[in-house]
């Protein structure tokens, strides 16, 4: 890892924006929490409503509204912070935070990945490689000189830290997480580590279901007559042909197209969600008290961020 990325994790993952946006399955079941900031916009266009895959556990996770109200408040304060140090205003730009549009975009794509491709417009284009991404912190590094990011950050690209007094550790963006971060961090952080074991619980409690068993079964022997040999989606998804490319070849994209075909006909999805939703019921009503007190202290930071000036 290079200094650099180094500096970029160590700052720009400080802020308290949530990651609205989601991997493939199964790195879905690693929740998106409030502890990064909002760094990969999503490329694909929000989809209608009644095509959204909700799950009970996004009520404990920031919603797009709440995600850009954050942000703003963020980035308020550090274009407060870098002008008063002499940073030209022009000169913020860009900063690490998405557009609203963008924040709705990957919040309603929050699970699209969660049980593999499943859209056949995106197998058709993508095969099982996600759709291209805006990296804006890769943007907001490669946008700014050195001078300009010892302000911002704190330190220059490599990680030398800026030996300029009065610049506040971490940089303005430091500065922006402490002046937006909840009280009890703790607190905050065993929630998010409460969520990501509730939805990991979920997800394998839901692998091993029965109703999830035969539905991979119907889903195997569908591809099966396609002529694919996979036990489960999975396995079509990780299949170690597809990932030595960064883009998806004519193999890679049929058999994603014939996954999601399979899919469609099965009805596996709509099985698998419903059963993962229901884990997700019962493992929340078991934690309920803790959950609905992570929950709090979300909106208590939303709600201090709406009245920041």
């Not at 400080?14 to 916009?41: K, M, Q, R, T, Y």
Request: net charge negative; with cysteine.
């Amino acid at each position: 890892m290079t200094a650099r990325v180094l500096v970029r994790t160590a700052v720009l993952l400080a802020l308290p924006i949530a990651v609205a946006g989601c991997a493939a399955a199964p790195a879905d079941v690693a929740v998106e929490s409030s502890g990064g900031a909002a760094a990969v916009a999503g490329a694909e266009p929000v989809r209608p409503a009644e095509t959204v895959l909700t799950l009970p556990l996004d009520a404990y996770a920031l919603t797009a509204a709440e995600d850009h109200v954050l942000a703003r408040a963020a980035e308020a304060h550090v274009r407060h912070c870098a002008t008063s140090l002499g940073l030209d205003a022009a000169a913020v730009d860009p900063l690490p935070f998405g557009t609203a549009a963008e924040s709705a975009s990957a919040a309603a794509g929050r699970h699209d990945r969660r049980y593999a491709v499943a859209d056949p417009e995106v197998a058709a284009a993508h095969g099982y490689h996600p759709p291209s991404t805006t990296d804006v912190r890769r943007e907001f590094y490669e946008a700014h000189t050195d001078a300009e990011l010892a302000i911002l950050v704190g330190a220059t690209a490599d990680g030398v830290p800026t030996a300029r007094e009065g610049i506040p550790d971490g940089g303005c963006l430091g500065a922006a997480a402490r002046a937006t971060a909840v009280a009890d961090e703790a607190a905050l952080r065993a929630g998010q580590e409460l969520v990501s074991a509730v939805q990991s619980d979920a997800w394998h409690a839901a692998l091993a279901n029965p109703r999830v068993l035969d539905a991979f079964a119907a889903w195997s022997a569908c591809m099966a007559e396609a002529g694919y040999d996979y036990a489960a989606p999975m396995d079509a998804n990780d299949d170690p042909r597809w990932w030595t490319s960064d883009v998806a070849g004519p193999e890679e994209i049929a058999t994603a197209v014939a996954d999601v075909a399979c899919k469609e006909s099965t009805g596996l999805i709509a099985v698998w969600s419903a059963v993962e939703a229901g884990h997700q019921s019962r493992l929340i009503a078991a934690s309920r008290a803790e959950l609905d007190a992570y929950r709090a202290l979300l909106d208590a930071q939303v709600s201090a961020a709406s009245t920041a000036r």
